[in-house]
């Protein structure tokens, strides 16, 4: 089994920062793709960021210049850095990993559980 675990959510100020963290751990031959989305109450999940295995990153253009994507291969860790917090970036966090099990088997996405951030104004 695999197993994604987020910390690092919470309540901040507007203006204020927060450092989101997710484990990756379990039988994993290789971890590609490690990224962020969120979901407000009542909207769609979204993509704030992710970065590839290479460490090439793509941000949502909401969070383009406050949020820094970051990991940590020897610990399959993703970070996310977000700075500068507005009201509107108040949602839950998911961690997603795209990986492989096994030398031959297909890739797989992953989710954690989820982090909740709320930006009070």
């Known amino acids: 089994q695999v197993q994604l675990v987020e910390s690092g959510g919470g309540l901040v100020q507007a203006g204020g920062s927060l450092r989101l963290s997710c484990a990756a751990s379990g039988t994993i031959f290789s971890l590609n793709n490690m990224g962020w989305y969120r979901q407000a109450l009542g909207k769609q999940r979204e993509l704030v960021a992710i970065?590839?295995?290479?460490?090439?990153?793509n941000y949502a253009d909401s969070v383009k210049g406050r949020f820094t994507i970051s990991r940590d291969n020897a610990k399959n860790t993703v970070y996310l850095q977000l700075n500068a917090l507005k009201p509107e970036d108040t949602a839950v966090y998911f961690c997603n990993a795209r990986l492989r099990r096994t030398i031959r088997g297909p890739e797989y996405d992953y989710w954690g559980q989820g982090t909740q951030v709320t930006v009070s104004s």
């Open positions: 970065i590839t295995n290479g460490g090439s990153t």
